[in-house]
C-alpha cells in the first residue's frame, strides 16, 4: 500500500530529530526514531530516511559527500532552508507540532522551562516561552552534537552539562541557535567561558587569560586551570565551532 505523501508538520518534526541526532543514530532501530514513526503511524524505517534526507541537505555532511534519493532531497530542502532562514521560529513551531502529536501542549512538556511565566500576558509572555523553549532545544541539539560530554572536562553527566554559546545570546539574533554557535561545558568552564576567563582559538585549543593566570598561586588553579592552556577541545561528531564565531569571542569577550 502506498504511504501519503509526507506533511509539511512531519517533516518539521523530522527535522526537529534530525537535530537532536548525532549523525551515527539516526537509523530504524533509535527509540526517538521508533517514538516519532508512531506519533506519525509510519515505519522507523521512513523516518530513518527522511532523517538521511536531511542529511544530504546540511552542508556539513554535503562536503563528507552524503548522498540522499533525489526524490527525498526535494522534499526537505524548503524545510531545511526555512529553518537556516528563521531557526527560532522554526523549532519553536516544531515544538508546539510536536506537543499537539504527543497530545501535550507546550506548558506541561516545558513546566519546569516554563516556571514563572504562568502570569504574563499577550505578546510579552509569547516572546518569553519562545526563548526559553528555543534555548531549551538548543542545549539538546549541542549536546546531541558533543555526545552528551563536556568537550573540556569529558563530564557526560546529562544534568551537569550546559550549552555554552560562542557569541552571545544577545549579540547576533540570527545566530542565537546555530549549532555552530555552541559549545557543550560543564557549569565551572560554561560561566568561565561566558564571562572571558577562558577562550578558545581557532585550532580549538584553549587559552587562559592573564587575569586567571594571575591566580596561579591557588589550589584551584592548578586544580581546574593549570593544565589546560594549549590543550585542544574534544571536538563534536556534526557541527565544529564557527571558526568566525571563536574569532569574536577572543575578540570581544575574552579577557586577554
Known amino acids: 500500500m502506498q504511504r501519503s505523501p509526507w506533511s509539511r508538520d512531519e517533516l518539521i518534526l523530522a527535522l526537529n530529530l534530525y537535530l537532536k541526532l548525532p549523525f551515527g543514530k539516526m537509523h530504524s532501530r533509535n527509540a526517538d526514531v521508533i517514538h516519532l514513526a508512531n506519533l506519525l503511524s509510519r515505519t522507523p524505517g521512513s523516518i530513518a530516511m527522511r532523517l538521511t534526507n536531511f542529511a544530504s541537505v546540511d552542508p556539513y555532511h554535503q ?17 531545511w532552508n526555512e529553518f537556516i532562514s528563521n531557526k527560532e521560529q522554526l523549532i519553536f513551531e516544531s515544538e508546539k507540532i510536536l506537543a499537539e502529536k504527543e497530545k501535550s501542549t507546550l506548558e506541561r512538556k516545558f513546566m519546569e522551562t516554563l516556571r514563572g511565566t504562568e502570569h504574563l500576558k499577550g505578546e ?10 528555543n534555548q531549551h532545544v538548543f542545549r539538546q541539539i549541542v549536546i546531541a552534537n558533543y555526545d552528551g560530554k563536556c568537550a573540556i572536562t569529558g563530564i557526560n553527566i546529562p544534568d551537569l552539562l550546559l550549552a555554552s554559546h560562542i557569541v552571545p545570546w544577545s549579540k547576533n539574533e540570527h545566530e542565537r541557535l546555530n549549532p555552530e554557535n ?9 560561566r568561565a567561558y561566558d564571562k572571558g576567563f577562558i577562550s578558545i582559538n581557532e585550532k580549538y585549543q584553549i587559552l587562559l587569560s592573564t587575569e586567571l593566570k594571575g591566580k596561579r598561586e591557588h589550589a584551584f588553579y592548578s586544580e581546574h586551570f593549570g593544565g589546560l592552556t594549549g590543550t585542544q577541545i574534544t571536538l563534536p561528531k556534526k557541527y565544529l565551532p564557527a571558526k568566525e564565531f571563536l574569532q569574536f569571542h577572543m575578540d570581544e569577550v575574552f579577557r586577554k
Open 182 to 190: 555552541g559549545i557543550c561545558l560543564s557549569p565551572l568552564y560554561d
Open 63 to 79: 562536503q563528507r559527500g552524503i548522498r540522499g534519493l533525489q526524490g527525498g532531497q526535494k522534499q526537505v530542502e524548503p524545510i
Open 124 to 133: 510579552y509572555k509569547l516572546r518569553e516561552v519562545k526563548t526559553r523553549v
